[in-house]
C-alpha cells in the first residue's frame, strides 16, 4: 500500500514475539484484517531490522501466535490464517493505549449532576428524609438503626425522623452514534485516511465501554448508503467505490437514537470529503461529485436543523482542509449547533477524546 512506512521501535527487554506481536497489530488495521497480507509486511520488516534470531524464527513467531490463541487454523483447509476474539479486543485495547495514552487517567466512569436521586450507587452521605424524597432512595439499615437507637428492639416503631435516604447525585448517561465515511476519497490522494479512523474507533469502544458502561456507543458507515457495524467488525473495515450521502448517515444515526433512553445524544462524524450522493424516493441516486451541489447541501442543512430539534448535537471531524468544505461544515455546524473540528489526521483521536470529555463536564447540571 502505498503512502504508509512502518518502523520498527525495538525496545532491548522485549522478547522477538512481544516485538513483532505490537507491529503484527498496527500492521493488521492497515490490511483491513488480511492475516496473509500483514505477515508479509511483517517478513520485510523482520529481514530489515533483523528481529528474530536463528534460535527464534519468524515460523517460531506464527506458530506462537497460534499457539497463544491470537490466529486460528481454517476449518475447510485452505490455508489462509484468521484473526480471533482474542486478537479484536487486544486491538481495542492497543488502540486506546495507543491514542488515549498521555492522556491522565480518571477514575470508573461517572457523569455527575447536582440534581439528587436516580443513581443505584450509594455516597456513603445520608441525610434524613424529606417530604418527597424517593422511597426506593431510602437507607434501610441506617434508618432501622436509628429506630432501634430512639424506640429500641421491644417497641420497634418507624417514623419519618427515623428515615435516612441516600444522598447520591443523579448520573447522567450519554448516546453517542459514531459516523465513518467510507467513500472512495478516504483513499486517495496518496494518503491513508481510512486505517486513522479506523484506530480511532477502536480506541473510543474501548474506552466508552470500560471506562463509561452506562453510555452506549453505536457505529454506522455511510457511502452511497448507510449502515451499521459491530465493534468487532472495524479492524476489517474498508473504502469501497462510494459516493458520500451524508443525508443517509444521519437518518440512520438519528433513528438510532431516538430508540435510546439516555437523556444526552449525539453524533461524531469523521469525514474527509463533501455530501455528494442522496437516495431519493423511487429508489434511484442522485449523484454529483464536482463541487457542493445545492440541492444535496439543502437535504444536508435540512438534516442538521432536524438533529437540533431533535436536541441532539452533530459534531464533525474533517481530515481535508478545502475552503468550499470548509464553509460547508462550518454553516452545518452553526445551523446544529454542534462543533467543527478541521484536522489532520495525527490529532484526530485526541480531538474526539477532549469533545467526548467535554461532553461529559457539559452534562452535569
Known amino acids: 500500500m ?15 514475539f512481544d516485538t513483532l506481536l505490537g507491529l503484527f497489530k498496527e500492521v493488521i488495521v492497515h490490511t483491513s484484517g488480511d492475516v496473509d497480507e ?18 527464534y524464527t519468524f515460523e517460531d513467531f ?12 481454517p476449518k475447510d483447509g485452505s490455508g489462509t ?41 450509594l455516597t456513603g452521605d445520608p441525610r434524613p428524609y424529606q417530604f418527597g424524597d424517593a422511597l426506593d432512595k431510602v437507607q434501610m439499615t441506617e434508618s432501622l438503626k436509628n429506630a432501634l437507637i430512639q424506640n429500641g428492639a421491644d417497641e420497634l416503631t418507624f417514623t419519618t425522623d427515623n428515615l435516612v435516604v441516600d444522598d447520591s447525585p443523579l448520573n447522567t448517561s450519554v448516546s453517542t452514534v459514531l459516523m465513518i465515511d467510507i467513500s472512495h476519497s478516504m483513499i486517495l490522494y496518496g494518503e491513508d485516511r481510512i486505517t486513522p479512523a479506523k484506530m480511532v474507533a ?39 467505490p462510494y459516493h458520500t450521502n451524508f443525508v443517509a448517515g444521519l437518518e440512520l444515526a438519528m433513528d438510532i437514537l431516538r430508540r435510546k433512553r439516555t437523556p444526552n445524544k449525539q453524533i461524531f462524524n469523521i469525514t474527509d470529503g463533501k455530501p455528494s450522493c442522496l437516495l431519493e424516493p423511487d429508489g434511484t441516486y442522485y449523484k454529483n461529485s464536482f463541487g457542493l451541489d445545492p440541492y444535496i447541501v439543502g437535504k444536508c442543512m435540512d438534516m442538521a436543523a432536524k438533529a437540533k430539534r431533535a436536541k441532539i448535537t452533530i459534531n464533525s471531524f474533517m481530515i481535508a482542509k478545502d475552503d468550499y468544505l470548509l464553509h460547508f461544515i462550518k454553516s452545518f455546524s452553526e445551523l446544529n449547533g454542534g462543533r467543527a473540528y478541521y484536522t489532520g489526521l495525527n490529532k484526530l483521536g485526541e480531538l474526539l477524546f477532549a469533545d467526548y470529555s467535554n461532553q461529559k463536564n457539559k452534562n452535569k447540571r
Open 202 to 240: 477502536m480506541a473510543m469502544a474501548e474506552w466508552i465501554t470500560t471506562k463509561f458502561p452506562k453510555d452506549t456507543l453505536d457505529i454506522i458507515v455511510y457511502g452511497n448508503d448507510s449502515w451499521p457495524i459491530s465493534i468487532k467488525e472495524l479492524p476489517y473495515l474498508q473504502v469501497g
Open 62 to 73: 506464527i506458530q506462537e501466535l497460534k499457539d497463544k490463541g491470537y490466529l486460528r487454523e
Open 81 to 121: 490464517l484468521s484473526m480471533t476474539a482474542k486478537t479484536e479486543n487486544s486491538l481495542r485495547k492497543a488502540a486506546m493505549d495507543k491514542i488515549f495514552g498521555n492522556f491522565q487517567k480518571g477514575s470508573e466512569g461517572q457523569h455527575s449532576s447536582n440534581k439528587q436521586g436516580g443513581s443505584d450507587e
Open 38 to 55: 500483514a505477515l508479509d509486511w511483517l517478513r520485510q520488516l523482520d529481514e530489515h531490522y533483523k528481529i528474530t534470531t536463528e534460535e
Open 2 to 16: 502505498n503512502g504508509i512506512r512502518f518502523s520498527a521501535k525495538i525496545n532491548q527487554k522485549e522478547t522477538p
